[in-house]
């Protein structure tokens, strides 16, 4: 059993157009076309038992059809190919009701949103996002975060760890409230490993390992994951972008402890999304 807590897929009309427009932008090669059929191919492939699926409002009008497609794919339970889709809802910054979208949310059974503060153009320290934190946390839902650099926008950092920092001094001020919740996702900070390593490692939230896995150094990875804590580490790829195949290999080799590994790729995902024991 492997979850892979990060990936992205499109609805199949416009697929094609928004990977090939993110390979141009972010020069990059994109593992699957970005299709549900051709996640569930590489899950296959993998091994990956349950994909997480984060989907990104970039505008309000979005909400909606958004999460309805999110809705509309999500099953717990594995299929007859013993595969499960989880998808998260979206919500944006700029939503004139964050509160009762949120609750739509939750009503629609999703159990978490996405954020993505780069392609939403908003610090994850503006009061907006620390709103929406604050009320989703309320709520029960889980909070997925970009953090750190996107390869879309290199110039533009909207989640540093130092932002991210200050927004959990401002909704949960002094250690109040449960960020067991939170999900720093790219190990709090995709090219931004050595703020994050001594800014955010050891808080009480989730950060997983999406799309840093091949890219930072082993022994840095090993030592940020250790010392945040193994049972609050995450895998996750960032499929497309990353492969769900290579990242479950290269992940066995570079150093965890089987025991690590095991809760890594499964046991610490499954208590989170409250996954029945199978």
């Not at 492997?2 to 009309?13: C, G, Q, R």
């Amino acid at each position: 059993m492997i979850i892979d807590f990060h990936a992205h897929i499109f609805p199949n009309t416009v697929a094609h157009r928004a990977v090939c427009n993110l390979e141009q932008v972010g020069r990059v090669v994109a593992y699957t076309d970005g299709t549900l059929e051709d996640l569930r191919h590489s899950m296959k492939e993998a091994g990956v038992t349950h994909s997480v699926v984060l989907p990104i409002v970039t505008k309000p009008s979005q909400f909606r059809h958004i999460n309805e497609f999110a809705c509309s794919i999500t099953h717990e339970e594995p299929d007859e190919d013993g595969l499960s889709i989880i998808s998260f809802g979206g919500i944006h910054p700029d939503s004139p009701d964050y509160k009762g979208e949120l609750r739509a949310i939750r009503d629609m059974g999703l159990k978490g949103i996405k954020l993505h503060p780069t392609y939403q153009n908003t610090y994850i320290d503006d009061i907006r996002y620390e709103r929406i934190i604050g009320y989703a946390t309320e709520l029960g839902l889980l909070i997925s975060i970009h953090c750190g650099r996107d390869l879309g926008f290199p110039r533009q950092v909207n989640a540093t760890p130092a932002r991210l920092h200050h927004m959990l001094e401002d909704v949960f001020p002094g250690d109040k409230g449960d960020t067991s919740k939170l999900i720093l996702a790219h190990l709090g900070g995709h090219d931004m490993e050595n703020e994050s390593e001594q800014l955010l490692v050891g808080g009480s939230y989730y950060m997983d390992l999406a799309y840093i896995l091949r890219l930072a150094l082993p022994e840095q990875i090993l030592r940020m994951s250790r010392n945040h804590g193994i049972d609050k580490i995450l895998f996750a790829t960032d499929s497309p972008w990353s492969g769900q195949k290579e990242d479950v290999e290269y992940i066995k080799r570079i150093g965890f402890t089987d025991d690590e590994l095991e809760k890594i790729l499964y046991k610490n995902g499954a208590k989170l999304l409250g996954l029945k024991k199978s």
